[in-house]
Structure formats: C-alpha cells, structure tokens
C-alpha cells in the first residue's frame, strides 16, 4: 500500500522560516498563531492524515461510491468513520471566524492541513473542500438569517457543501445554463432543472447537504448576467435549525470517473427543490466566483499535493529497488546491484519532482498569506495590493501547478517501470486523481484567458507591473550573494522572457485578439516558471541566512540551495522556449478549416 | 462511443508520394507493391480496423480478462471473432516471406497496418503485435525444425507468440533472472521459474501460445552473459504438427493495470515446462534484442497511434460542442454559441496533435522503409547504412513518440473539459492505454541511455555523423524555395543545439560519465524533435512539389505547409532550452544525498 507522511520539515521551513508567520503577530487571527501552535498543528495534522486518511485512499480507489436504488449514496468503507473523526477533532474549524465556531487562524496555517488531506486522499479531502467553498460564498453574499441558518453547520462538519454549476450542455459557458428557479409567494423558489459534475453531490457522510445552485429567474438575460445564486438544502431546515422534510433535489446517477472514485460525482436532478436566493437576482455569476476563487487555489493545491504522495512513494521505491550498476562504478557490491536511486535518470526524475512540490508548496503557502493579508492587513492599501496579487496569481496556482502535478505524478510512476503500472502499487491513481485537477474549477485554458485577458490588465496594467517589481527586488538583492546568484541570474533571464511576452501581447493582441487566445497558455506556463522561481529564490535566501547565522540542521539548509539551483538550471530554461512558441502569434495556428483536421479519406 | 477511421489520405501521402514506395520496385518484395496494391490494402485494413476492432476497445477495457479457476483465460467479449477474422483475411501475412505463407510485402506497408490496429484497440493489436516479435527471434536464430514446427502457424495467426523477459525482482537488468533451464537427455531442458508482464500470455484466442523464454542454464555467468534463449510451447507439438501434452506453464494470475485491460498481462509460472533452446547458449539476450528492436519500432508507433484515436475523437467533439463566442466576434450568431473550435487554445491542442501525429507517422514509415532497405537493397552498403540509422533511430522512436503520444492524448482529453474525464466518452482510455507504451519494452530512460551511451559512439561516431549530413542536405536544398524556407531555417537552429549538445557530452561525459547520464533524456527529446522536423520538412516539400505540378487536392497539400511551420515554430523551440538543461549537467541533479529526499520529519 502506498505511504503517505506529512513534510512537515519543510512546513516548518516556509511557514516559519520563510514566511516568518510570527512576524505578523500584530495582525487579527495572527497573535495567536505561534510557532509551537503552528508546529503542534502540522504534528497533529500528519498524524490524523497519514494514520486515518491514507489508508483509506486506494480503498477509495477500489471500492468507489455506490448509489442505491432510492437515490441514496454510500461512501467507500471507513469514510464516514474518518469524516466523524475529522469533526469530533475540529479541523474544519481552523480558519473559519470564531463567531461561527472557528478557530481563527490564518489560512496559511488551514493551507497546510489542506495539502496534507490531499495528499493523502484526495476524494476524501473534496467533502470538506466543496463545504468550505459554499462557507465562502454564504459568508460574502448570505443573508443573516441564511449564515444563521447554514454556516455554523457546515463549520463545524455537521452538514456538508456542494457548488452546482455545470449542466450537461453547459460547462464553462455559464450564460447557457437552462436550470429554473420560480419565484413562490413566500419569497423562495421552485428550482428545476439538472446539474452534472457535482462533486460530493450526495452521500452518507453527514446529516444534511448544502447545496448552492446557479439558476435562471424567468425573464432573466441570456447571458451570465442572468444567472443568480440559490442556496438549496438536501433537506429543508426547521425554524428551530432541526431537520425537516426531504427537499426535492436528488441523485441521478454517479460518474465512471478516471479518477477520485471515493468522491461521489453526480448527477443532480432538482425537480422543484426549494430553495432561497443568495446574494442578489442575477448576480449569481458573483457569488460564484468568490466560491470558484477559493475553490482555484485549492485545486492549483490538489496539484502538487499528488504528485507529493506521488514522490514520497518513488523514493521508498528508489532506495529499496535494484537494477543495474551506478555509471561511475558499483555502489553495492557486495549486492547483485545498486539502488535505482544512483541513476542520473531516476535522480532527475526526483530532483524535478523535488523542486516542483517544494516550490509549489511555497507558491500556495505564500499565496495563502496574501489571502490572509487581503482581509487583515493594517492599511487598506496593503489589503488591496494584496488581494490584487492574489487575483494576479491565482489561475497560475490553478492552471501551471495542477499541469505540472500531473507531469510530475505521471514521472514518479515512471520510477516504478512496469511496476507503476499495476494498481496494486498505487501509482496509477495518483496519476488518475492528479489529472482531474487541470479540468475542474474552470479547464487549464480557461485559467489562461483568465490570466491573460482579464488579469494582465487588471488596474490598467498596474498588478502586473506589481509583479514584476516585486521579483526584480528579490533578484537585485540578491545578486550581491554569491550563494544566490546563479538562481538570481537565471530568474533574471527567464523574467526577462516573460516581460517580453508581455510586450509582445500589448503590441498584438489589439490588432488579433486571436494572438493573445493562441499564447495565453505558453504566458500563463512562463509565469508559473517565474514564480516557483521567484519562490526558489526566497526559500534560497532563508536557506543562507540559516547557514550564515550558523543555525542546526546544516544539510536541510544546504539542500535547499542545491535545489534552488537545480530548478534554475532544469525548469528556467523553458521560459524561452515558451516565449518563442508564444511569438509565433495565431496565424498559422487557426490558418486551416475544420476539414483538414478529418484526415479519414 | 468513441470514433476511429484510418487516416488514409495521410497513409497513402506518406507511402505513395513522399517515401515513393513505387520507385522501390526493383528490390526484392517491392516489385508488387504497387501504388494500386497499397491503396486498396489501405482502404480493406481501415474497414477491418474501424468495424471489426474499434468497437470492441472499449468493451475490452470495461470487461478485461477474465482467469478461470483452471488457469484458462478468456478475452473481452469479440475479441475470439475478431481474431478469426483476423486470421481467415490473412492480416498478419503481409510482409511475412512467401516460402512461411506470407506475402512478402514490404514493412511499410506492414507498419500501417499495425498502426490503424492500434489505433482502433491497442489491447486487441497487441496480440499479434507481440507474435510479430516472437516469429521474427525465431526467423533469426531458430533450427531448420524450431522454424518449420512453428513459424508458418505463427505466420498464419493459427498459434501467437509471447516474450518472457521480466521477473519480480528483474526487469531492466536481466542479468538477475533467475528461472532456471535444467538440459535433458534428449536436448530438451525444463524450464523452472516465474515470470511477470507477461503480455498475450494467456488466452482463448489461438489454439497454441509459443513462449519465448530468457533463463540461465547450470553454471552460467551470473551477467546478462549468462543468458540463453528458450521456445516454450503452451501444448507440446508432435511431429505431425498436431498438438500433444499441455506444457508445465501456466498462467497464475493476471494483473490489474491502468489500462490495455483486453490484453491479458499474465503472471507464468513455468513449473519444469519443456522448451528448447533457441540460438546459443548464453547469448539469449542478443536474440532477444532481435524481438525488442521489433517491438521498440512497434511500441513507438502505438505512443502516436493513441495520439491519432484521441485526435480524431477531439476533432469531432471540438466541431460538435458550443461553449463562449471566439475573440474576433461570433461565427454562429443565430446560435447560442460556437462550436469550441473557434477558441484558438482548443485549436492549439488540435494543431499539436495533427502536427506530432502525421510527423510521427511519417517518422514511423520511413524508418520502417529503413527496416525494409537494411535487408533489401541492392548494395552491401547501402543495407550497411540503412541498418544503422534505423539502429541509431530506434530508441528515439520509441522513447520520444510515446512520451509525446501520451502527453498528446491527455491534451485530447483536455478538449472534452469535464466529459473527458468520464470514462463512458472513451478518453481516458486513450490516455490510460498510451501510458504503458513509455514503460514496456525498455522504460524510456533506458531508451535515453541506450541512444546515447551506446548509439551515438556506434561507429566511431559515424552514424550519428551521417544523420547531421542527411538532415543538413534537405536544409540546405529547401532554404531556397521561399515556401520551405521558415521551416529549414528553423529546423537549421534545431539541428544546431543537437549538434552543439553531441559536443557538450563529447567534452563532458568522459569526466563524468553521470554527466551523460544526466543529459541523456534531454538529448533524446532533441533528437525527436529534430528528426519530426526533419520529416516534416520532407512532407512539406512533397507537398510544394505536387502544388507547383498543379496537382488536384490542393487544400490538402496546402494544410501541409501550414502544418509544417506551424510545427517548426511551436516545436522546434524546446530544442534550446532542452540543450540548456542538458549543459547543466550532473552536479546538482547527484549532489543530494538520500536523506534529502525524505522530507517527512
């Protein structure tokens, strides 16, 4: 069975050295968070996820969720006894407001524990991961009365959350969704109408089912504009917050999925459910985003955090399998071969995947600050800047890091051989479950226009130019460092690139809006590039002024600057090439007509 | 369901116009292959393929194989039928010689047909494809009576064929096999030992399997030196022909996998099996790299062949499904939307998958023609030099295609968003069966390490040599005609890194021998990408021949141009940046030692 344990080493490194999270003790939820309560969190945090939740993960795989012939869904064994567990312990709570029964720490801190649910079982981290998306949005937009009714519920794990979105003809053209909602006299609304994809939809993991549906009132535009938000109970919630009737939302049928068995994906069929407006009459397109944002940096998180689970095992797997002899002599030999582990090849395997999940698990946790930082900072221009660069950033966390999770999940069976090929060692599903993260929560290509059409120019252009100062400070101070120059430099190259590419939208995407359509991914590649380097290079920093301050743990320190330069020399170089691809504009990209793509003749 | 159609204009573009099979006709076996002859084989094996095979792929992986109680195997629902109809249309005859039954046709022709079967259902192709492999060990090395008992019903299809390679312990490093062939009086030897992967190895699809099996004979060097060659029938074979005793080999299992689920990938146990040796003692592995060259050629074609099912899938879907407007203004206002075609990242995906799959092909068939020549031409030389480039092309055709097939058929699934994800729409099957092709028949970092720890010296250096000669001669003639010149001078720039990255191993890997073994996979992806160039610089310029002869199908040879540059600007450029990553070297990629990568603590 595969294994899975927390790295909390290197939590420790990025949210105590890196981040120095004490530093901001000044701020609201912040005073609270020390080092020893963030330490003793993550110790927890790794004990309940690699002793409770792994193990139920290929189980999860195996056995998936079945529903039966009352519509009813049952989770895969131990799942309900692991969610009741995951409740009684509050970890739900961690980051939630303590007037709803939270904790109030800082995401950073919820961040982490979130990775390590994933990684450990990603199907069963979806159940409380959808809740906290629908918290989000009944948080922002709910009425009183709504947050009352819902929220200290679904903090504290009593019921659970669902975000309805997708219908069969409809996905990433919201404005199309066909999902009624009839006004009734006393203000809610009859909601009809199918819904697909809807992860964590039904199940027997909780009592009661929140889910928040996007619908049409009648006489609604056609388009997104007219699309509102309903919050819509599996059942319907006495005055007295007690469950009553059964509402009439119900499960159609659960997906074959590649992947995430052990999350039930349904069809959901409501067929005048009842349910109340959240937010205002359509604006439902709003609301949604402020679940899909928080839902988008937990996907770009899902990314990496397979390919984590994925990378611990090809260790294990790299240091016990022997084939072969190492090219600069035996290793062993006293032993009819040497480790795999002494091969270039597998080495690069592990190197690369070593700097993807440690930078990414920098890029997310820094990215969890400025979310933190958006609400809580002191000066509103602070908060504003912050949330700015979060904006900037997230679909690269969601789009590059989930790309590159399944590259690097898939390079991880690759150290098994054939063996990565047989479910029974557990590769395959980390590859499996890794690939559904670059479809969901908005397919990678949309991330790419988001990033590139939308962001880019966000505040005329300001954020961007935000971005790149911010990297060009780390670069300019660190280039007096003989330890950090070589990834200095290099970032300087490939942050070059990309201002380039910048330029090179603004000079053409005016005349053909196409050119930006048809480099959109290779920018938002090349910005992921520049930012886990950008990562690189401050972990790099902290690494050295440990060394330099003579701290303990000398070779931790020394194999962070090591790495930093490996992800300069190894993942950089790929900056140009994306460049030069982005520069051959859309000409012949969309030159030829849809027949020449049917070469069946 | 998903669709498949041979892709016979392409085919018939290849074959006819730019290999010129035609002009062949003066060798041996090419005097019949006319264009007609190749035409009409094309268009009888596309139906074959399309509705006879394709429709049983996904049956075969929702139903697997089933092992019975006695260890008998039964294939997917079809597969038996199909097979004999396989076999009564004499498939698996084409480029046999005449004196086994066969036609004698040449191996291009041969080779597109094994690419429209595994196009259609790669589990179903594979068993032929692996009795290909084994016929061709026994043509080599087999006695006088090994080839007269079992080749002809080899040939026929009558009986198929497997390779016993992998133990649990051993699969890239055969010198630690350890089943055991014990020499018999009358020259026989029992065969004692387990195997694993076995591909085919079971089945109820042929009334006998003839295993070709690597074991150590007493006494023998404890290397791959002390390997020999054994053929292990099912049933034994009397000296009629008819079949006698069931053999002491039989299947103990059969492993659950990612994909290929309708091929059954058996556990054998060989329990003092009777087999005879094949070829010399202790030279087994030479024989078998005689059915592992096979196989690599056919391995590499079935990377693109998934790549061209999940192309063809994602064309008609990207036609069908309407989500968005496109950025230059509506293409179907009285619609709702516009077919997703229109968004110029979806036609990046498909422009990527038409540009690596026709310049995979033609990669395939000309190397193919390469196999055809080194037997068959006229002069010593000229087979001498043909041998060779298809020796030093090889590990490039399987390493590089298939890791481009996968990539491309993921990318393929990325174009139905959500649906992709389904198992019911047949894309994730694309992609959980393209996966195995970069793991069997030599994991792809063992392809890198074969190119460039062995094939680049081959020689003196001179094959490797002849290659840079033979892409320079078709730039140097191209760069003068203004439709071909973006492309040669792009591949000019291509070939250069590769050119510039044979000289950093030249004056590195001498030093350090883990320098080479660091760069290896980096070279191999310069090498394909280069070498797709180089064939899509010979496409481009059929193409810009028959366009000046006022050929008819002028939109299909035009398509080729754009393809061909749209190929050189979007592809080519990776080639740098891979150099640079090469040039970085071992250092850091070894510099860590094991305890680094243990990051849980």
């Given at each position: 069975m595969p294994i899975y344990k927390a790295p909390n080493r290197d939590f420790r490194f990025i949210i105590n050295e890196m981040l120095d999270l004490e530093s901001y003790g000044n701020l609201p939820g912040f005073e609270n968070a020390s080092e020893d309560l963030i330490n003793s969190i993550l110790e927890e945090g790794g004990k309940f996820t690699s002793e409770v939740i792994a193990p139920l993960n290929q189980i999860g795989d195996q056995e998936g969720c079945t529903r039966h012939e009352d519509g009813s869904v049952t989770t895969p064994t131990g799942f309900k006894e692991a969610f009741n567990q995951y409740r009684e312990a509050g970890w739900?709570?961690?980051?939630?407001p303590e007037e709803l029964g939270?904790?109030?720490?800082p995401q950073v801190i919820g961040f982490a524990l979130k990775e390590m649910m994933s990684s450990a079982n990603q199907s069963f981290g979806m159940y409380p991961g959808l809740t906290n998306g629908a918290i989000e949005a009944l948080k922002a937009k709910g009425t009183p009365e709504q947050k009352e009714m819902y929220l200290p519920k679904m903090v504290s794990g009593q019921w659970t959350g669902t975000m309805n979105l997708t219908e069969p003809h409809c996905g990433t053209d919201l404005g199309m969704i066909r999902t009624k909602a009839d006004p009734q006299a006393d203000g809610s609304y009859l909601i009809t109408g199918t819904k697909i994809f809807i992860s964590a939809g039904e199940h027997d993991m909780a009592e009661n089912i929140i889910h928040l549906v996007l619908a049409k009132t009648p006489g609604a535009p056609e388009s997104s504009k007219g699309i509102s938000l309903f919050v819509v109970p599996k059942f319907l919630v006495n005055e007295d917050g007690s469950l009553g009737e059964r509402n009439g939302v119900s499960c159609g049928s659960i997906e074959h999925k590649?992947?995430?068995?052990?999350?039930?994906?349904c069809v959901l069929n409501y067929d005048g459910a009842t349910g109340w407006m959240v937010g205002?009459?359509?604006k439902g397109l709003a609301a949604m985003f402020i679940m899909m944002n928080e839902a988008r940096l937990g996907t770009g998180m899902q990314g990496y955090a397979q390919a984590e689970a994925a990378y611990q095992n090809a260790v294990a797997y790299a240091l016990d399998r022997r084939q072969g002899r190492a090219l600069t002599g035996p290793v062993d030999p006293e032993e009819k071969a040497d480790p795999i582990f002494v091969h270039p090849d597998i080495r690069r395997l592990l190197m690369d995947a070593k700097v993807f999940t440690e930078g990414s698990r920098a890029f997310c946790l820094w990215s969890a600050l400025q979310a933190d930082l958006s609400e809580k900072a002191q000066t509103e221009e602070e908060r504003k800047s912050a949330h700015e660069m979060l904006s900037l950033l997230t679909p690269v966390i969601k789009g590059f890091t989930t790309d590159k999770g399944y590259e690097t999940a898939t390079n991880m069976q690759q150290v098994?051989?054939?063996?990565?090929?047989?479910?029974?060692?557990g590769m395959s599903q980390f590859v499996r479950d890794a690939r559904i993260a670059q479809i969901y929560e908005g397919a990678n290509g949309i991330q790419a226009m988001d990033l590139c059409g939308r962001k880019l120019g966000q505040n005329g252009g300001a954020t961007i130019q935000a971005f790149f100062a911010m990297v060009d400070e780390e670069i300019a101070a660190a280039k007096s460092n003989p330890q950090l120059v070589e990834i200095a430099t290099r970032l300087e190259k490939a942050l070059g690139e990309q201002k380039a590419a910048t330029m090179w939208f603004m000079q053409n995407a005016m005349t053909n809006p196409n050119n930006l359509g048809a480099g959109a991914y290779n920018y938002m590649h090349i910005m992921g590039l520049v930012t886990l380097g950008y990562m690189w290079l401050k972990m790099a920093k902290t690494a050295a002024e440990k060394l330099s301050g003579g701290a303990g743990d000398k070779a931790f320190y020394e194999a962070k600057l090591v790495s930093a330069n490996y992800y300069a020399e190894?993942?950089?170089?790929d900056s140009g090439a994306l460049r030069r691809k982005l520069e051959a504009g859309a000409e012949n990209m969309m030159a030829l007509p849809a027949d020449a793509f049917q070469t069946a003749a």
């Open positions: 739900g709570t961690l980051t939630q939270g904790q109030g720490l590649m992947g995430i068995h052990g999350n039930s994906t205002e009459e359509n098994f051989g054939g063996h990565g090929y047989i479910e029974e060692w190894r993942f950089l170089p």
